[in-house]
């Protein structure tokens, strides 16, 4: 049991959950090298869209800009007749149309990142993009029907992962509170006046 479980058995909206992995950001990430040492709340991408959280993990030869997108935990995955719900497709369907955006507008990711980039001091070309989408509870998959859908739609695109949030909060529990590991290491920034800003948290 961790905080975020305990947050998100209330049943919040969304801002009150974007708001509590704000003050975590290294649940986000994990244990990967991050560029600047900071995960970006609300990353505009172009006009068109802005993701819930990112992150950028340069690694030997690649750099992946890691996109998430969190969802009201009350929401459901399943309908009634054991489809994925309406809600459910247009989320995963937006991370998707954030990374189609991204491999169109890799001159902007580059210009818009060069700041953060020359801070850090890493070499980066080109920005893989990659997405996650944090969606529902895992006591929906709950029969045979549900189970084989939700393992193929996890499986299927080897460029989104897809965690309900029990999922999440166990695999990040080391990172959340009461545990807080890394805690002091990772930043939470947004981007404001064209720049990347340490973000003020209540």
């Not at 708001?19 to 244990?31: H, M």
């Not at 700041?115 to 080109?126: E, I, K």
């Not at 949030?165 to 990040?172: T, V």
Request: proline share 5%; glycine share 4%; hydrophobic share 30%.
């Amino acid at each position: 049991m961790n905080d975020l479980i305990n947050l998100v058995d209330k049943e919040p909206l969304e801002q009150p959950v974007q708001e509590f992995l704000e003050k975590c950001p290294s649940a986000i990430c994990g244990t990967k090298y991050i560029m600047g040492n900071c995960v970006i709340s609300k990353l505009p991408l172009g006009n068109e869209y802005k993701t819930d959280f990112a992150y950028i993990n340069p690694q030997s030869g690649y750099t992946f800009l890691h996109l998430v997108e969190i969802e009201k935990p009350g929401k459901s995955i399943f309908t009634k007749s054991d489809e994925f719900t309406k809600e459910f497709n247009q989320a995963l369907q937006q991370v998707k149309d954030w990374l189609f955006w991204c491999s169109n507008n890799s001159e902007y990711l580059y210009n818009l990142f060069e700041p953060l980039r020359q801070r850090s001091g890493d070499s980066v070309g080109y920005y893989n993009a990659r997405g996650l989408l944090i969606y529902g509870r895992s006591s929906e998959i709950n029969n045979i029907r549900r189970k084989e859908r939700w393992t193929q739609q996890t499986t299927e695109n080897n460029f989104i992962e897809i965690r309900t949030y029990d999922g999440f909060a166990r695999e990040m529990s080391s990172f959340l509170p009461p545990n807080n590991l890394y805690s002091e290491m990772i930043d939470t920034y947004h981007y404001v006046q064209r720049e990347f800003k340490p973000k003020k948290l209540a």
